[in-house]
């Protein structure tokens, strides 16, 4: 089994910083992939930013220039610096992971959600 831990979510004024942390583990052959999702109250799941291996990454629209996505492959461990943050990236943020387990399966799994609130 995998699982995913996340921290450093909270309450935040608007322009300010948060940092989300995400560390996988569990019977863990390799990380395909790594992301940070959100859904606000009423909305759809959408993807902020997702890493691979290789260290490519991407971004929504509505974040690029304020938040940063890393990955520390010794640690199986993946960063949401957070910049700049309005009101409306208010949301919980879930952590997601493309596992191939040590028995060969590739699957994805969920962390269990930090809540992150933008609001002077």
């Known amino acids: 089994q995998v699982q995913l831990v996340e921290s450093g979510g909270g309450l935040v004024q608007p322009g300010g910083s948060l940092r989300l942390s995400c560390a996988a583990s569990?019977?863990?052959?390799?990380?395909?992939?790594m992301g940070w999702y959100r859904q606000a109250p009423g909305k759809q799941r959408e993807l902020v930013a997702r890493?691979?291996?290789?260290?490519?990454?991407n971004y929504a629209d509505s974040v690029k220039g304020r938040f940063t996505i890393s990955r520390d492959n010794a640690k199986n461990t993946v960063y949401l610096q957070m910049n700049s943050l309005k009101p409306e990236d208010t949301a919980v943020y879930y952590c997601?992971?493309?596992?191939?387990?040590?028995?060969?399966?590739?699957?994805?799994?969920w962390g269990q959600g930090t809540q992150v609130t933008v609001s002077s």
């Open positions: 569990g019977s863990i052959a390799s990380i395909n992939a």
């Open positions: 890493i691979i291996t290789s260290g490519v990454t």
């Open positions: 997601n992971a493309d596992v191939t387990t040590a028995w060969g399966k590739r699957a994805n799994y």
